[in-house]
């Protein structure tokens, strides 16, 4: 074991690993955190707490992660390259380790412009793949980035990055997604699938070069609770693809939100099937709750 | 060149409230080039100003000249009498003009009529676009030519990140992804590899990171 990571176990042993993803709150309590935590312990592998995503202030990552940690759910901060230089990252990857964090997912970041603070400076001190590079260096080469020793308590980190099948260029995602491999992640989580196609196209492409065997891939679902939330993904969120056909079939329902969940576990027991997908992510955005039911109902829950 | 656009009108005309003679400088840099700060826009500056102050039923009083660029002390040395005569100084040139007026004349206040944005070139005839982030480490190279520093709104090095879709970047359908625009160029040129190769984090201190830079020439120098 590289890392002190219990979703780091789970996928070396071969077992389907689960992951959700929870938003901390626009204020200073955890009170929704430990709910969330105790909702969800034992349904899940793993739970990422997002790093003030859409650029929008929340409470901090590390400080929701530790809320989680305490409750019996083990975190995954997210990091950003957004907010931080290389300096306080490593010195806020070091502080984290030491309050129990294991998991860290490196990731660029949505860019402020539309967040809650646009007029901010953003740092992009290094890219996501630097950032991978830097948490792999602290934890194997025992070095900061600066190529300075870590004479002990090197913090070790089970290393995840993100994979986006849906941008741009299809054909260099694959390539991208090895050299964040090359770079030092152990693991990956994908962007939101609706189009499995695509996904499928990817996943190919992924086995011709190997890569599933270097990497674990936990594949994106996320349910969606409304053909107008659909629609909205399909029309304004850079970076997703959401197929005609998937909004039609939420149209045609009534009750879109069971439909919803329907697809999702209909993915989920999809992608299980992919050789070389290891798990899921599931991001119920603003739908955490609908996580137990979703695993529930995929059949996922294997304690 | 280095690109500026003019401040609003009212904004100028609040720097130099408590003022009854200006001297407006012009310069036949950058900034005339395009079109912000040369001679015919130093003019219509100081008639604005004058008609704006007379409404108010106030007098200003203008002098318009331009120094043939802000940036050189030996064109900015001749105007010494004009600024003795005004009580303040309006600058057309980037905020390198401004500056190196406000050093030359320490006695007197000069106030920017520009807003200094970028340093590019024209894309065509009134439309400029920013292509250097002058980070002091030109790595073109290795990109075919596109400056992912400043063309990138993260400036990421290992791009193109999860936003790009469609060749535009994640903040607006009218920006092209400049990592797109860098997978096109490199195929083009068949050396793709070259983005495959990790590229290890940029060392800023060549940037304005590392504090007002300078260059020195030997051979330049008196
Ligand atoms: S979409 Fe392209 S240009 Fe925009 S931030 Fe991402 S890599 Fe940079």
Redesign the pocket.
Known sequence: MKSCSGLEKVLTEGRFAVTAEIGPPKHASAEKIIEYAKMLKGWVDAVNITDNQTAIVRLSSIAAGVHLYNNGVEPVIQVTCRDRNRIAMQSDLMGAYSLGMCNVLCL?GD?QKFGNHPQAKNVYDVDSIQLIDMVRGMRDDKKFQCGEDIKEHQPKYFIGAVANPFADPFEFRVLRLEKKINAGADFIQTQSIFDMNRFEKFMNMVRQRGLHKKVHILAGVTPLKSARAARFIQKNV?GMIVPDEVIERMEKVEDQKGEGIKIATEQIQQLKKIEGVAGVHIMAINWEDMVPEIVEKAGLKNY | MIIAEPKPIQEVAEYIKEYHKVLVVGCGGCTSVCLSGGETEADILATSLRILRKKEGQKLETVVTTATRQCEPEFIDGLKELVDEAEAVISLGCGVGVQFLAERFQEKWVLPALNTILAGGTVQPGQWEERCGLCGDCQLHLTGGIC?VI????S?QN??????QNG????STE?P????LIYEKLTVLNRLDLMLAYRPAKDWSKERSGGPRKMKREDAAL
């Not at chain 2, 063309?151 to 993260?154: D, F, S």
């Not at chain 2, 791009?159 to 790009?164: L, R, V, Y």
């Open positions: 660029s860019h850079a | 992912p063309r990138c709104a993260k990421i791009g193109p990140c999860g936003g790009s535009v970047c994640e903040i920006m992804c400049a990592w797109q």
